[in-house]
T-cell receptor, first 117, second 111 residues
Framework: DAGVIQSPRHEVTEMGQEVTLRCKPISGHDYLFWYRQTMMRGLELLIYFNNNVPIDDSGMPEDRFSAKMPNASFSTLKIQPSEPRDSAVYFC???????????????FGAGSRLTVL | KQEVTQIPAALSVPEGENLVLNCSFTDSAIYNLQWFRQDPGKGLTSLLLIQSSQREQTSGRLNASLDKSSGRSTLYIAASQPGDSATYLCAVWNYGQNFVFGPGTRLSVLP
C-alpha cells in the first residue's frame, strides 16, 4: 500500500479564496482523522470519521471549515473563505479499529502545507 | 478529558548517550499508546505501539514502556545518533474518544 496520500503538498492562496485539501486513506482502514499543526498550538484534531461517518467535529474551528468523506477511499477538508490564521500544515491519518486488541496503528500522510496571504 | 504532557520540551545530548523521554496522561482508560517521530517539515512516523495490556515494546535501539496505573510512558533511546534528532510525540487512544497527542519533545543529538 502507498500509505495515506494527501494533496496538494503545498498550497498558497489569497485571503478569501476557497481551499480544498484531499486525502486517500490506507485501503481497509475505517477511521480517518484530520489534524492541523502549527508552531503555536501543536497538533490539533479537527474531525474524525468512522466508516465514512463524522464522529466528532468539535475541533473544527468555525463554520468556514467543512469535511466530507463520500466513500471509504476519499476525504476532503474545505476552508471557505480562507484567512491568514488558517496557515498551517494539515495532516490526514487513518487507522483500523482494533478496539479489543488495541493494535490500531495510526498512520499519517505527508501533510498539506497551507499558506494564506 | 484526556490530557497528555511530555517532559522535557527539548533535549540536547552528545552522540552515544542513552536517553529517556517521558509522556504522562491523565485518564488511564486507554486502548493503546503510540510514540511517533516527526522530522522538520515532514509527517509523523509511528515508532512503537503499546497496547493497554502490554508493559513494553522494543524496536532496535528503542524501548517504550507503559504504566497505565500511574499514567506514564517512557521512550528509551540507546546509543543515540545524530540521525535520531527529531521531535518525538506520544499519543493515547481513549475509550470513546480518539487519539490525543502530547506537545512533543524536540531532541538534538550532537555529533
Amino acid at each position: 500500500d502507498a500509505g495515506v496520500i494527501q494533496s496538494p503538498r503545498h498550497e498558497v492562496t489569497e485571503m478569501g479564496q476557497e481551499v480544498t485539501l484531499r486525502c486517500k486513506p490506507i485501503s481497509g482502514h475505517d477511521y480517518l482523522f484530520w489534524y492541523r499543526q502549527t508552531m503555536m498550538r501543536g497538533l490539533e484534531l479537527l474531525i474524525y470519521f468512522n466508516n465514512n461517518v463524522p464522529i466528532d467535529d468539535s475541533g473544527m474551528p468555525e463554520d468556514r471549515f467543512s469535511a466530507k468523506m463520500p466513500n471509504a477511499s476519499f476525504s476532503t477538508l474545505k476552508i471557505q473563505p480562507s484567512e491568514p490564521r488558517d496557515s498551517a500544515v494539515y495532516f490526514c491519518a487513518s487507522s483500523f479499529a482494533y478496539r479489543v486488541s488495541g493494535a490500531n496503528v495510526l498512520t499519517f500522510g505527508a501533510g498539506s502545507r497551507l499558506t494564506v496571504l | 478529558k484526556q490530557e497528555v504532557t511530555q517532559i522535557p520540551a527539548a533535549l540536547s545530548v552528545p552522540e552515544g548517550e542513552n536517553l529517556v523521554l517521558n509522556c504522562s496522561f491523565t485518564d488511564s482508560a486507554i486502548y493503546n499508546l503510540q510514540w511517533f517521530r516527526q522530522d522538520p517539515g515532514k509527517g509523523l512516523t509511528s515508532l512503537l505501539l503499546i497496547q493497554s495490556s502490554q508493559r513494553e515494546q522494543t524496536s532496535g535501539r528503542l524501548n517504550a514502556s507503559l504504566d497505565k496505573s500511574s499514567g506514564r510512558s517512557t521512550l528509551y533511546i540507546a546509543a543515540s545518533q545524530p540521525g535520531d534528532s527529531a521531535t518525538y510525540l506520544c499519543a493515547v487512544w481513549n475509550y470513546g474518544q480518539n487519539f490525543v497527542f502530547g506537545p512533543g519533545t524536540r531532541l538534538s543529538v550532537l555529533p
